[in-house]
């Protein structure tokens, strides 16, 4: 029995699944999760020293790669002074400094823990600023695992039903209204039946929890209007997105402006961090300044802010990263369309910069229906091959490749090799 094998008996008896989050179990693929004792750069090991190249990226926050110096070294000097004080510092001014600086449409931003936390915190803002209390969604999209927002949530829970999760009440959904990504028309209809009492609509601005999802032309341009419309606000939840398609997320990408903006994953560089920001006059409805209350203990914890900051920095300073990820997703995701369309393979490869999906079926995968028309035990196969291949895959067809600056040209290269060496066989 291997090393990883011997610690999920002992975790499963400890720990529900023996994971501490879903996606990690290798459920769906019937193996058992690899226990990773440490990553550097693109590589990641596990407990039995098998070597993988990772487009985990733990989701997303590793875009410098693994174990990055500077980052490393931020945190080794920030931890000498302390871990937390629970009280105001200077690099929170410095971190809401610089990203107030950079990013036209955050005036104003609150440091959280994690991705849920900040879209959680977002909504609630944009109920007391409105006075409304509806939100849209869309179908796919995942805002993390809060109660109202756990409706076709796509990647972790995508399993159907309303409410996707047991123990969220119905009260708790009663105001969630879902809606068909890439589909203007079905918000549309939402808005003109229900448009006075909407205070939100939230979109992955690059849909990734169901699999890579690109906005189609018009279709976030189209929100904004609605939105003005109907006096709704604008949420980009770019807990993915930001500061990964270019340093201002996907509404500079798209030049698309939000009203409220969410971020996690990159923004903490690895640590446990979320933020949420926009415009100064919604966001001054927050507590302490206005009645839309808001806390945490640990949130702007200075080893996060030391981390994220850093990071931040380094992209900000570095433009041509974005160039460069450009180019290195073209190099993967077009040589694996190249492959695919060599042997005439009806498969579908979602792909924009860093981020992309292979789904398993010919359809065009624009929304949730086409998402979900994919073969997930075919990819279950795929995934097995390729992590026999040394390619540490996410465990679910549901979820995007994440490219880092550390990705090297051997190892797309090996990535490209195994691919094909899969598709032949098959
Ligand atoms: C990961 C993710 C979240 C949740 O973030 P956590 O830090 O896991 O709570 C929210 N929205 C999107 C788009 C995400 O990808």
């Known amino acids: 029995m291997s090393e990883s094998e011997k610690l999920f008996q002992r975790a499963v008896k400890r720990i529900p699944g023996g994971v501490n989050s879903p996606v990690r179990a290798y459920g769906a693929i019937g193996e058992t999760p690899r226990f990773i004792r440490r990553a550097d750069g693109c590589y990641i090991y596990d407990v039995d020293g098998n070597q993988y190249i990772d487009y985990i990226d733990s989701w997303g926050p590793m875009i410098l790669g693994h174990n990055h110096p500077a980052v490393r070294e931020s945190v080794a000097r920030a931890i000498e002074n302390g871990l937390s004080f629970g009280c105001a510092t200077e690099i929170e001014v410095q971190m809401a400094e610089f990203i107030c600086e950079r990013i036209p449409h955050v005036e104003m931003v609150r440091m959280v823990n994690s991705g849920t936390e900040a879209v959680m915190s977002a909504i609630r ?3 007391g600023f409105t006075g ?4 849209i969604k869309f ?3 995942y805002h993390g695992h809060s109660d109202s927002l756990l409706v076709s949530a796509g990647s972790g829970v995508m399993t ?11 009260g708790c959904v009663a105001d969630t209204m879902t809606a068909a990504y890439n589909d ?17 609509v939230i979109v992955e601005p690059v849909a990734a929890n169901m699999g890579v999802v690109l906005p189609e032309e018009g279709f976030l341009s189209g929100l904004r209007t609605l939105c003005d419309e109907y006096g709704a606000l604008l949420i980009f939840d770019e807990v993915i997105t930001g500061f990964r398609l270019a340093f201002g997320g996907a509404a500079q990408y798209y030049n698309v402006r939000p009203d409220l903006v969410t971020y996690g994953k990159i923004i903490g560089a690895g640590m446990p961090v979320g933020a949420y920001g926009g415009r100064r006059e919604i966001m001054e409805m927050v507590s302490p300044v206005g009645a839309v209350y808001q806390a945490g203990t640990l949130s702007g914890n200075p080893i996060a802010m030391a981390a994220g900051l850093t990071q931040l920095t380094l992209l900000y300073e570095h433009p041509e990263i974005y160039r460069e990820l450009e180019e290195k997703g073209e190099r993967l995701y077009g040589g694996m369309e190249a492959i695919l369309a060599k042997k005439g393979i009806g498969y579908r490869l979602n792909h924009i910069a860093s981020l992309g999906s292979l789904f398993f079926t010919d ?3 624009r929304d949730y229906v086409s998402a979900k028309s994919a073969d997930t035990a075919a990819f279950a196969e795929y995934f097995k ?3 026999k291949s040394g390619i ?6 549901f979820e995007a490749m994440f490219l880092s600056t550390a990705h090297t040209e051997e190892a797309i290269e090996a990535t490209l090799e195994a691919v094909e060496k899969y598709f032949s066989a098959v």
């Open 125 to 127: 803002a944009a109920r």
């Open 132 to 135: 409304r209390d509806k939100i």
């Open 139 to 141: 179908a796919g999209c």
């Open 160 to 170: 159907g039903g309303i409410p996707d999760s047991a123990g969220v009440p119905k």
């Open 184 to 200: 203007l028309d079905s918000v549309k209809t939402l808005l003109e039946r229900e448009g006075s009492q909407v205070a939100a």
């Open 363 to 365: 359809r065009n995968v």
């Open 385 to 387: 091959a390729m992590l």
């Open 392 to 397: 540490h895959l996410a465990p679910s067809q």
